[in-house]
């Protein structure tokens, strides 16, 4: 009972070594026993950090794995080179202009940069198809934020990032995928990813268009917004980039496929 009494003490108080001793002499253990029993907490403590330590290590070797297989990914279609890279750099300088935290703007870069790794599922026969897709290719291409979720749902440190990758093709107006998700119920993260997936998309070169400049494409985001986009997302991409020639908002791009009907 003593005993049990100063181990609850030492392992769970936070109490310098002498308090601890003062209680256990108080409750008739024995200051050997308390050294011992002291040094055994202080191993356990140490060897849970250094196993916190590896884990985490692993989690970033993992995640280091899973960017070269992003990369394999795009390098299946000429067209999304470094798109999973630039979506990352923007999400980080949306949510930087958004004001939110250091960490959890370094999150976004992550989310950015590992958002499209459920393309992995999607056949080479369909992503190399740049034609029109047919309702059931179109499915499948669908399904890959899902999958995105799947795959990094066992890692641990994703965890804050999971919602804003699955959803990252939902749209305000409940036009998206995969839940069709309305407004607020759209995790901000997920706002963020679309807004810079959208702007990268729109700034390269697709098999059916040409690339438009980076102004045609703010314009055309603020137009496709609030039904499209998350008109803040928006404005904070057009704040971080402060591209000149941005001041007449009305001045719009014509309709393209990235806006809801
Ligand atoms: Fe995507």
Redesign the pocket.
Known sequence: MAVGVACYAIGHSGLAASTVLLVALVVGVGAGMVIRIQRAVSDLRRQSHSARQTAGQAEKHYIEVLRRIIKVVESRDRYWGGHSRNVGRLSGMIARQLGLSDSRCEQMVLAGEL??IG?LAVPESIILNHSRLGVEDFRCVQA??AVSHEVLKPLEMLAGILPAIRS??EKPNGTGYPDALKGDDIPLGAHILAVA?AYDAMTHDRPHRQAMSPVMALRELRRCAPAGFAPDCVEALVAALSIPGLEDVHNVAPACELCPA
Do not use: A, F, Q, V
């Open positions: 958002h499209d393309r890959h934020s990252h093709h997936d």
